[in-house]
């Protein structure tokens, strides 16, 4: 029995979840692999994915693509992902999508990737969405759940990792669960389908980097999970096309010398409060 995750973590909490269930899963005898698709151009930069896939998953018996919300949707280098996978409808794998999220809203994430897993004729047999910190909110007045996921996470985690083991080694029955992952609002559900990650993110998608301020620590260029920066003549520059930047705002934690400019920050700032935002009820939980 193999288990492979997919896993894509900006700022490494879902890196966190994935290997916390992946060593639960191992506990009760699945073997199991990641690929991690983080700052790996062979994912990232690659527009025909499917045979890259096919190499690195081999022969499976479970999938569990983890990643992160970003804007209500699960991130879109996930889901471009779990797209590009190749149609299993004869063998019926089961998969679990796994989400993390900063409290806030985790909207239709968890619903997107059951169906495009349920298209590619797998089957989600449920969903898992853990409360992480909040990245953006580093440097607000509050900071949205910090040092999460914690104890209530992993418990979480370990009810998931019992609930694999019984249907995959019981083959008890599987029910299609792309209703349940429907748990949002049918008001905001109406709302995520209209506007895609892209169109909430895109034109704030201007980061840059102040010249008289960088030093070239070349720290951004190691934090992008998406490798938009090189360090070139002495200098940190863009090199991928500015739509390809997610937002994530690892360059702007990570740069000592203040110099990259990130104007969304301030845009989440006052879209989450200041850090003193409603959360989503319940925080962490399984969608079985
Ligand atoms: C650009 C951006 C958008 C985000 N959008 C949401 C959101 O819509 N809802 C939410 O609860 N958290 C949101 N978050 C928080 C992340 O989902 C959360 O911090 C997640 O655990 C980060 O995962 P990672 O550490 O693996 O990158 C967002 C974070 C970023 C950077």
Redesign the pocket.
Known sequence: MKAVFIV?????????AAQKFMHLLEDNGISCHIINITKNNKYLQNFTITKTLINDLGEHHLLIPC???????C?QNMLRTIRALPQEKEKQIPAIPL?????????VALEEMGKVLNDKGYIPIMGIK?A?????TATFKKR??PNLPGKVEEQILAEAAKITEKVVNDKIAMINIEKKLAYAPFMKRIMFRIFSQEKI?GKYKKVTINTEKCTGCKRCVAAC?VNMFAYIDNTIQMVRDPKYC????ECYHQCPAKAVVHP?IEV?RKRLSNGFAEL?NPQSTIYR
Do not use: D, K, Q
């Open positions: 894509f973590s900006p700022s490494g909490h879902t890196l966190i990643a992160p919300v970003y804007a209500g949707h991130e989400v993390t999220y900063g409290g806030v809203h985790s909207s853990i992480a910190e909040h990245t953006l949205i759940n993110h999970p997610i937002l994530c705002a969304y989440a989503e």
